[in-house]
């Protein structure tokens, strides 16, 4: 017999719906034709990976030395972590020694292993709404609490609201910037307002909780943006991220934790790391790809085409007269659930797939009243569902 717990989670409406119109997604294209469907279901960039990619994996293919598949140390090969440490030390501006760095199974890896190293049971884990839906569960795994606080009404940081969350059983704030399912990125002066209450908290109660940085869409960012750098501005900040987003290497599931060198706690939260991916069952990071990222990790990449396609599904939203957060970052659109369906993004995401549209309904985020649109997809698919749209709005 399954567990209760995870049988009451799996047989929930709003479980796993993402994952769930993916798959619908394919059989209505086997049905309609794949130009006659429009999936914005889920965030699986369709971007080739860069040349140097390719080329890194080429040259590790080739390499046939005794126990190149074999086991490494659990935190992953030293040489791969000192690639880590220096590209982390460019964007968060400080000199980064490898020993803060753990490889780790993605960026989902990475944040069950962060939790794990952080939680006793019934700590409480703050994270602004709208949210990744996974994050819930990933809390939970450890023992923990969400307490889910909200956002302005533009989704950026209400530091006031965070403020009141705070007590002697927060552990950390999870922070996503830029933002899955928002595209909001967090500036300078929302980072320092939450550290400067951070610092406040921990001086009153003596804990100062961990800010997680959950960063694989850092580098996807338009209009001159960029996502600020905490490791200055606050010593308990680690980076949890993968290179699934940036390189579009999701199915291949590698990423690393980063400790901010200023921690006093860091060779603390080092070693309980090493001994949460040991337990956890991970064991350690891919082998092959950890070092194909060592020799790419720097790879050019051009995202201009998700600019693009960010423009064009704005323009389809305009046309269909739906209101929308003008994304700033990653690939996701935040669209208002049209007036007359009372904040029921379930229904009205029911009603798109009458149109052969597929979004992943807000509930599922905690954003009632929402839906994203991931369009790191065709462009013919955002274009071609201007009329769709278009339809569903103006039918019930």
């Known amino acids: 017999m399954i567990s209760n717990n995870v049988k009451q989670i799996i047989e929930s409406p709003s479980n796993g719906v993402i994952r769930k119109m993916f798959e619908e997604g394919a059989l209505l294209k086997k049905k309609y034709g794949p130009d006659k469907v429009y999936d914005f279901s889920i965030g699986n960039p369709d ?16 390499d046939d030395s005794h126990l190149c598949h074999g086991y490494m140390p659990n935190p992953g090969y030293p040489e791969v972590r000192a690639a880590m440490a220096k590209k982390t030390s460019l964007e968060q501006g400080i000199d980064i020694d490898f020993n803060n760095v753990v490889m780790s199974v993605g960026a989902a890896g990475a944040i069950n292993v962060t939790l794990k190293a952080l939680l006793d049971p019934q700590d409480q884990v703050i994270i602004p709404c709208p949210y990744f839906a996974e994050y ?5 795994n450890h023992n923990g609490i969400v307490v889910g606080v909200k956002t302005k009404d533009d989704f950026g940081l209400d530091t006031e609201e965070i403020k009141k969350a705070l007590n002697e059983k927060t552990a950390a704030i999870l922070i996503n910037s830029p933002n899955n399912p928002t595209g909001r990125i967090y500036g300078d002066e929302e980072i320092d307002q939450l550290v400067k209450i951070l610092n406040e908290h921990g001086q009153k109660t003596g804990r100062y909780p961990y800010i997680i940085l959950d960063e694989p869409y850092r580098a996807i960012t338009y209009d001159g943006k960029k996502v600020a750098a905490l490791f200055p501005k606050y010593k308990y900040a680690v980076v949890v991220t993968s290179f699934a ?3 579009s290497l999701p199915g291949e599931r590698i990423g690393y934790i980063c400790v901010n060198p200023l921690n006093p706690e860091a060779k603390d939260f080092i070693a309980a790391a090493i001994f949460a991916t040991r337990v956890l069952g991970f064991v350690n990071a891919p082998a092959v790809f950890q070092k194909v990222i060592k020799d790419s990790w720097d790879a050019d990449c051009d995202f201009s085409t998700y600019e693009k396609r960010r423009n064009e599904i704005i323009e389809v939203m305009e ?20 007036d007359g369906w009372n904040d029921d993004d379930m229904a009205f995401t029911e009603h798109l797939k009458k149109f052969n549209i597929l979004c992943a309904p807000g509930s599922g985020f905690a954003g009632k009243g929402w839906f994203r649109i991931a369009y790191c997809c065709s462009e013919s698919s955002i274009i071609n569902s201007k009329e769709a749209f278009k339809k569903a709005v103006e039918s019930k």
Do not use: C, M, S, T
């Open 47 to 62: 971007l080739d990976p860069p040349a140097k990619v390719k080329d890194a994996l080429k040259k590790v293919a080739q």
């Open 136 to 140: 819930n569960h990933y809390v939970h």
């Open 245 to 247: 987003k940036n390189l």
């Open 319 to 338: 046309y269909a007269g739906l209101k929308y957060i003008r994304p700033e970052g990653a690939f996701y659109l935040w669209v208002k659930v049209p």
